[in-house]
């Protein structure tokens, strides 16, 4: 078994109990931040898998709310808490979903893809902001969770829910490791490179693409879930074009190069907003906009090649980090 | 601390790079940010975080003359300032020391709890729109932190989300009876409404002012007709369509609760194009704009204030102090945004000065139930088991005195407090559909 | 009637709104390829500095008339300002970066721009109407609409025409489609294509702040507008076809439209009437309604 496992795949598996140990060692309200940055980062990661196609979802909220939405009204009008419940229909109503859009998406490339999806997304922005029974703009709450009939309360309903939160975002990294490494996402680069001559090859380039689109709107559902338990409260702000156009910008600013590096840019974007906000609390996006202007600069590949660079200068491993979407 | 984590570089050697460099970067920083916050606030001072607007578009109209006003009082109530029984320095002896967080972010929650934990606040003070609140009270709840709701609209925060409070509570009136006073007044003044319309902003906040708007005003004459209900997308700035809409269905009242730069637009836009001569208009937050406007806001306009703030505001001691004291230092008269805020800090200060402490647990127990006079009146915990303010309201008149190019209110009828909102234990909406029961208009 | 009436001149009114609002964008990505999303930023800094001089100058209590000589005046030398700024200080530094990293880069000078504007002018808003009432009403078919509008109306069709003008017809224009087509190849006849794009961006930098201060008067200038018109400009511009200034002017009259229509018959599917024809539109003509067949390259 651990034969199979590639270094990232190695390194994710080691990352994980460092992660479930940070939350008895660093303080709650930076544990905070990265539990909620799990959950975004994975609809980053999302974003980040579609990129790898050259295709950059400007909707990805879209997914991300109707992961939230869907297990909100689970338990809002069905009285169900059950943790696992809640997550299975999440990712269900995010397949159906996304199995259907797909077949219209996947005609798409550049910035026909990027507006459509956006389209799609802020449609439903638009429907749930006039819904009174869901709480139109306000959004809903939603109630602690419960696993399987054991239901904690206070602390240990945080750390379990921590812990559960790690080991899926986990496993949904180390399965989209595995799917980029799988001969569709090997397409998904040729697509991106040229997609006629992947035709002419004999592969469909829309299957591929509806299948990484179907795929990556299940983990935005997972992330969607994940990041609305924590924080007990859903709105349709999940969907709207600002939010997902957040999820755009982590993505290329951490780089495509590795799967760790979307969750990695949304947890340290969150911390440099956080001290932004605090140094000054008025002019915290000029700050934020800087270091993004910055960041592009001098790091035209994305956070992670700070790392790749350093990886080269040990060892020549060939295969470096593409640039998105070229 | 740092050199501990550095030195761990032969057990990241030992793994594979990318984990020993993210382990180490993730370590590496969080030990920076671990350091304890060496401020741990001396006997005497009392840290408490405010968060409002402070970018986007409700930092104009709310978050920033929220956060002016907070300033004011801050140093105001520090110095032993402020006139009436709250001129002794500081919160139940102790100086307000503030924290600024901008409420325009999308993880709430955690930078709630960032207040809480890393800048060890002792209480927060703030949050403008409804869903914040929504978010935020029960988060506040767990975290066990004294929490003051200055401003958001929304019934459902004791009704539905918080219904046993400990630590949340809200110093506002509810948005319920700024519609319910609305619709008072149109038929205190005796204005024709047999068709009224509505624009209202298509959000929570403006479905619900129309709902309760036209709720109220089928109870009180039944044969109001509706003739058109227009939501345009909040922020839009553009009403063109909308009032060519409210003009060819000639109503004879037009509602809207808006705010902010979308009243003002709209102001504009359907002044020049005649609507407040055809129709009588009702702008639910309409004072933030008057004194902005001046002789561009057309006379006649039905004004409120969401409460009886700014020129609603009874004459008193405090209201002419305050209304000086931020007319020195902004060159602009408080709005009610502003008046909110004076508000929570002064209930705050009641409450401390109260228990004669500081402590969260002191200021929970006296301010639960407590009966304060803000620069707006009267306010008093009477919901919620102590914890949902209420207050009465104000309605009023435009005039412009052109001899004194003054915007002034006129023909202006207080509501008390019993006759706008719904007994403790009622749901509004329930409240307005079964006719008022229990409200007490003397 | 009176409803089919009201929904051809609101819509019309909105289309040259959105038309002006969004020409510089679909101008600067037509040339340029870069998709910008500090276009939000422009037309905020040209509704300020607008309503900002409107003010000043209505202050002093001269004749209302010179105000139509500060709007565009005031869009000029904002535009160009933000626009070299922007242009030489940053972008030219960037150029041949991947389209999408631009996407990016622009939405951190909207960020900077953004709080810079807060900076200059500060968060409470401001009101320049005088314009907006100086010529009054007329009536059409009893319904009272500013005489305002129908001048945005006249701006936004002399806009384009200028424009499409300009492109087609000056040499300086021919030059330019020269640019678009290829660049390496435009460069080796002797074109100075840095100049081209400086000129470019600068320009569309100028046409977004004039429709900010064209609409400065209808509107209050506060925080935030500038974000909003980002994403309707998008949908503009996709619906016509990206780079097109015909484009741009069709896009604009399906969405004004379709808007005016709906907040006449069904106001409640205002607010994503906008989403819904950019995907009806997306969903049958998938690279918008004006764009040019590209080859693909084997």
Known sequence: MIKNLDRTEIGLLIALPILIIIAFILPKWLVNYVHVSMGTGLVALGVMIQMRAGLVSFGQGLYFCVGGYAAGMMAKFYGITDFFVLLAVGILAALVLSALLGFLLRRYREIFFAMLSLALSMILFGMLSSVEELGSTDGFNLPTASYLGWSPTGETAQLTLYTLTCIIAIGCAIALNRFLKSPIGYINEAIRENELRVEYLGTSAHKAVHITYVLAAVVSAIGGVLWALPLGHVDPEMTNWTTSGQFVFVSILSGTGNIIAPMIGTFLLEIVRVYAVEISPNTWQMILGTVMLLTIIFLPKGLWSLITRKKKATRDDGASAPIAGE | MNNSVRKKAPFGAALDNTTSLFAA?????????????????????????????????????????????????????????????????????????????????????????????????????????????????????????????????????????????????????????????????????????????????????????????????????????????????????????EISALLTSTPDVVHSSFWGGDLEAFIIQGSARGIFERSKVILSAGETAMHRLGAQMPDGTIIGARGPHGDLAPDSELNSWFRKAYFDRFGTLPTYPSYKMAQALLGVKAAADKAGSSDQDAIIGALTGLEWEGPSGTVSMALANGHQAIQGTAYGTYKYDKDTSSATLVDIIHFPAECVNPPAGANSIDWINGGFEGAKCD | MLTAVAIAVDGLGFAAWLFLSSVGLTLIYGVMRILNMAHGGFYALGAYSSAWAIGLYTATGSTVAFTFLLIPLAALIAGVIAGLVVERGILRFMYGRDEVLMVLVTYAIFLILEDATKLIWGTDSYVAWQPAFYFGTVEVFGIPYTVYKFLIIGTAIAVGLALFYALNRTRIGKLLLVVIEDREISGALGINVTLFFTATFVLGAVLGALGGAITAPEISVSPGIGAEIIVLSFAVIVIGGMGSIGGAMLGALIVGFARAASVHLYPPAELFSIYLVMAAVLAVKPYGLFALAESRKI
């Open chain 2, 25 to 241: 970067a993730a370590i590496g920083l969080m030990t920076t940010f671990a350091a304890p916050s060496e401020a741990q606030a001396q006997d005497s001072s009392v840290k408490v975080g405010f968060v409002t607007f402070l970018s986007g578009s409700a930092a104009g109209p709310f978050g920033v003359p929220a956060r002016n006003a907070a300033e004011l009082m801050i140093e105001a109530i520090n110095a032993g300032a402020v006139p009436g029984p709250y001129n002794t320095a500081g919160i139940g002896g102790s100086m307000i020391d503030p924290i600024f967080v901008d409420e325009n972010s999308k993880q709430k929650n955690a930078d709630y709890l960032k207040l809480v934990e890393k800048d060890g606040v002792e209480m927060i003070i703030g949050y403008v729109s409804s869903g914040s609140c929504k978010a935020i009270a029960p988060e506040a709840e767990k975290a066990e932190r004294l929490t003051i709701l200055f401003d958001c609209g929304t019934p459902q925060i004791f009704e539905e989300i918080v219904t046993d409070p400990k630590y949340t509570f809200r110093t506002g009136g509810h948005a319920t009876m700024d519609s319910v006073a609305a619709a008072r007044y149109l038929v205190a003044t005796g204005a024709p409404a047999g068709t009224i319309a509505g624009i209202n902003q298509n959000y929570a906040f403006g479905q619900d002012n129309w709902r309760d708007f036209s709720g109220t005003m089928a109870q009180l004459s039944s044969d109001t007709e509706i003739a058109t209900e227009q939501f345009p997308k909040i922020h839009s700035g553009q009403y063109g369509s």
